[in-house]
């Protein structure tokens, strides 16, 4: 299998190892610990549901307020939040700022996908729904990347974007996997989008674990270059 930095080939490779998050954070452990999703993977990939216990997370009893009757209410209810806090979060890239707990994501904003991704991933676990995030690629296309998630619930994984308000959904979840080998459940999406789903990768979040590190960090030099020089895909999708 491959895993790490690297799934999605060298010049995201590159990319993904400059990330702005801090070196030492979850955010990059998360990225290291990735498993590309293809044939070889599959079977490793969705062999079985983590679930943590999440009682003692500071964001338990503030998730327990999107409780609907149904999971995938409950996950439209969380989407809808997060899609909101995206939507009207207006702060220039120079002066954000990226990672911390997820308590801090929500306190300060965001519309950055893989810091939403983590916020929704933890406040659908804390609503007993597992839910690991998983990272996209148009390989087709330089700096065209995506985070969002994978939630399992009416016995399946189903894809859900935390800042676009998707949840992939048919008579039952729609999983990566599923996305993977059938791009036609892409139609109706914006054409920008549906390139991500090119290339897939999964990594398990314990937001419990007593090892991730919650480093906050600034815009790095790499990255005030990458938005500064008029690079559409990263400005279109990362934000």
Known sequence: ???????????????????????????????KNMV???DESAAFLYSGVARYDMRK????????QFKAPSDKETIENVLKYTQNIADSYNTNFDDMLFGGTEKQI?????????????????????????????YLANTSEAYNGHVACE????GQHGVVDFIYRYQFYGEKPISALDILKNQGVLEGYPEYYKGLYSAIAISEYDPCSASNNYSISAPN???????????????????
């Open 151 to 154: 939630a399992y619930y009416e």
């Open 106 to 134: 929500l306190s300060r904003g965001t519309d950055w996908c893989s810091d939403m991704a983590r916020v929704g991933a933890v406040l659908l676990q804390c609503l007993d729904i597992p839910c690991r995030i998983i």
């Open 221 to 239: 030099n790499y990255y005030l270059k990458l938005i500064h020089t008029n690079h559409e895909p990263v400005k279109k999708v990362c934000k």
């Open 57 to 64: 997370h500071e964001l338990y009893h503030f998730a327990q």
């Open 1 to 31: 299998m491959k895993i790490g930095y690297g799934v999605f080939g060298k010049a995201y490779e590159y990319m993904l190892r400059n990330d702005l998050h801090d070196p030492a954070s979850v955010d990059h452990e998360l990225m």
């Open 36 to 38: 590309l999703l293809d």
